[in-house]
């Protein structure tokens, strides 16, 4: 069973998320500030990340940086899940090692599951 | 300002020493000139100075509102979507009903998409990302996807390229919204029965795509204004067809970024046909010639 991680302060996105990837068979761990996703991500050693950028406590491109880091983490796929798109962001994103970066607004669940299925293999 | 003052000066210099020779006259007409384009110039540098910072802040505050609004949207968008995936058996008015929320809320999030586009089009921060396209396969896949909208819609689609391959040099994601947007348009406000029909053809060393509906046309007096921001024709309005006036300024202004041009013909009651062109690549369009 693949283990997932998101980070993502928005309550009802959560929810949505959650069920969509436990009904797929995913164990999935919930992080709902950057700092707590730090923490979950040390604590839970996911196969992978879906990350939201504007997020409490730590905005989610430090916590990419801080991930990217750390030894046994370095390597486990982020997938940016945000509603900020303007092409700085996408680009600071990809440099800082993300493996894909979607706009919620613009992302049926479906796709979003789709996407994290692609990049597991 | 400073060379406006010092040129102003100059002049009045010139122009007092013709009409008269005492140095006290010209000093004074020179030093009351200066004074005078001081105060004006000070004037409209502070207005424009006033007009950048009054745009700066309704770009910004735009662009945070827009931000802040895609949050709700998505999580509706998602919450629905795993509700209609629990309730697939949904019959009736609930399916009705539920069919219109999904609408409603998508229609939100190109609204939303719309407004920060254009907010990036008028702070200049469009990135286009250009590829070589070859525009007739691409505009016949992009119309088979809307055939079954217009049968939906009790509507003919018809697609037809005279020249193929054209190959053009385009961002793929805004040629695919352009063209998405035109069709969509022309489904939009055609009545049931009528035809949409889409062509791609070659126009000297540009490659056209026309858009042609059986719909309601645009009233002559409404088509100078077509293509401006905020902007509906007074029948669209009348006849209660969705739109937010902004998706054919985002047409023409995307286009015009990528080297085309846009028009369109029209004829109230008949219908319309709208069209784009962006220059052929130069390989493709010597291979065309032979």
Do not use: C
């Not at chain 1, 092409?87 to 599951?113: C, D, F, P, Q, W």
């Not at chain 2, 999580?75 to 309730?87: H, N």
């Not at chain 2, 069919?99 to 939100?108: F, L």
């Amino acid at each position: 069973m693949k283990k997932l991680l998101i980070i993502e302060d928005e309550a009802a996105l959560q929810d949505a998320l959650q069920k969509v990837f436990t009904a797929e068979g995913y164990e999935v761990s919930q992080a709902f500030d950057g700092e707590e996703g730090i923490k979950a991500a040390k604590e839970k050693k996911p196969d992978m990340i879906l990350l939201d950028l504007i997020l409490p406590k730590k905005h989610g491109f430090e916590v990419l940086q801080e991930i990217k880091a750390i030894d046994g983490l370095k390597d486990v796929p982020v997938l940016v899940l945000t509603n900020l798109e303007e092409s700085t962001e996408v680009m600071k994103a990809i440099e800082l090692g993300a493996r894909g970066y979607l706009v919620k607004a613009n992302y049926a669940l479906k796709e979003v599951l789709a996407k994290v299925k692609d990049i597991l293999g | 300002m400073g060379g406006v003052n010092v040129l102003g000066m100059i002049t009045t210099a010139f122009a007092a020493q013709r009409f008269s020779d005492d140095p006290a006259v010209v000093i004074i007409s020179v030093s009351m000139m200066a004074a005078f384009l001081f105060v004006v110039g000070n004037a409209v540098v502070s207005s424009f100075q006033r007009l950048a910072d009054a745009s700066r802040i309704k770009s910004e505050f735009v662009n945070i509102v827009s931000h802040q609004l895609r949050s709700p949207l998505s999580a509706i968008k998602w919450q629905l979507e795993l509700m209609l995936d629990q309730m697939k058996m949904v019959t009736g008015d609930a399916a009705v009903t539920m069919g219109t929320i999904r609408r409603q809320n998508e229609r939100m999030i190109a609204l939303v998409n719309d407004l920060l586009e254009v907010n990036r089009i008028e702070d200049d921060r469009v990135i286009l990302r250009p590829t070589a396209i070859t525009i007739d396969n691409f505009v016949e896949q992009i119309a088979n996807g809307y055939k079954p909208l217009a049968e939906q819609a009790g509507e003919k689609l018809v697609f037809s390229a005279e020249a193929r391959p054209l190959v053009v040099f385009a961002d793929e994601t805004k040629l695919r919204w352009v063209t998405e947007n035109l069709i969509d348009n022309a489904i939009r406000y055609t009545k049931t029965g009528g035809e949409v029909t889409i062509k791609v053809l070659r126009a000297k060393n540009m490659a056209r795509v026309e858009v042609t509906d059986s719909g309601i046309g645009i009233p002559v007096a409404d088509q100078a204004m077509i293509f401006q921001k905020f902007f509906r024709s007074e029948n669209a309005v009348r006849a209660r067809a969705e739109g937010t006036g902004l998706g054919l300024y985002l047409v023409r202004s995307l286009v015009g970024a990528m080297g085309g041009k846009v028009g369109f013909a029209s004829m109230e009651g008949k219908g319309s046909t709208f069209w784009y062109a962006l220059p052929l690549v130069e390989g493709e369009a010597v291979v065309q010639k032979k």
